[in-house]
């Protein structure tokens, strides 16, 4: 499975950024897909993720402000509303298939003004 990640960039705080990650390979056994960030010095962490059956979490920091959707079996969207400063980050996608995590490339988002 390969996941290829877009819409990252440069956003005033206050304003919205959807990213889309797209699946290709073995995508008819992926079960959850997902978003985590990195923010810099920080470790990786889970923004939010959804199964194949649609259902969704969110970490606390983000509920109300993003939104995770899934097209399909391959493509995962995250809707950001109302970006803060402490949202930038290098966000990556990742799917399961079995026992086996996939992650993308990362995209990077910067709130600033």
């Known amino acids: 499975v390969q996941l290829q990640a877009s819409g990252g960039g440069l956003v005033q705080p206050g304003g919205s950024l959807r990213l889309s990650c797209a699946a290709s390979g073995s995508i008819f056994r992926i079960s959850t897909m997902g978003w985590h960030c990195q923010a810099p010095g920080k470790q990786r962490e889970l923004v939010a993720d959804?199964?194949?059956?649609?259902?969704t979490s969110y970490a606390d920091l983000v509920k109300g402000r993003f939104i995770i959707s899934r097209d399909n079996a391959n493509t995962v969207h995250l809707q950001m509303n109302s970006l803060k400063p402490e949202d930038t980050a290098v966000y990556y996608c990742?799917?399961?298939?079995?026992?086996?995590?996939?992650w993308g490339q990362g995209t990077l988002v910067t709130v600033s003004s």
């Open positions: 959804i199964t194949s059956v649609r259902s």
């Open positions: 990742d799917a399961w298939v079995g026992g086996s995590r996939y």
